[in-house]
């Protein structure tokens, strides 16, 4: 019960995401061919609201559900590590269909194969975390 709201705020944003078609994969295919705004909108929009929330939070000092304050991490630009990361990021979107965010809807939605892409994001993830040492950051 301690973590109802996070279940609920999940279901909601699973909803958003289904009636939004940011999980259809025609969609993402238009947004790879130049050929509809729809997800470069969907995309710029959560890029400028994560902005005003970034800075709403360092200018308010808010805090979170234990009361300490929110910390912001700010890290040196690191042109390498964005461009190998979001190729890599990239080219997983491009050849599933689908962002880490709705694998889980579209599991819902579309069923086991879907369950490969989350295990491929669960490998990759893992696969990072043994060489992330020897990596650019």
């Known amino acids: 019960m301690k973590h109802l709201r996070f279940m609920i705020m ?3 944003f699973g909803i958003t995401l289904s009636k939004g078609e940011i999980i259809s994969w025609y969609r993402i295919q238009e947004m790879f061919r130049f050929q509809s ?3 470069y909108g969907v995309i710029g929009s959560a890029v400028v609201l994560g902005i005003l929330t970034i800075q ?5 000092k808010l805090k979170d559900a234990q009361g ?8 040196e630009p ?5 461009l190998i990361g979001g190729t890599i990021f990239g080219l997983g979107w491009a050849i599933t269909g689908a962002c880490p ?6 599991v819902g939605h579309q069923g086991w194969p879907f369950l490969l ?6 490998a990759g993830t893992f696969t990072y975390g043994l060489f992330e040492r020897k990596l650019p950051h």
């Open 10 to 12: 999940g279901i909601l």
């Open 101 to 106: 965010g709705p694998l889980f809807i579209l």
């Open 117 to 122: 892409a989350i295990l491929g994001a669960v």
């Open 56 to 60: 709403f939070i360092k200018r308010t």
């Open 78 to 82: 690191g042109y390498a590590r964005n």
């Open 68 to 75: 300490n304050y929110i910390s912001v991490s700010t890290q």
């Open 37 to 39: 705004f729809h997800m």
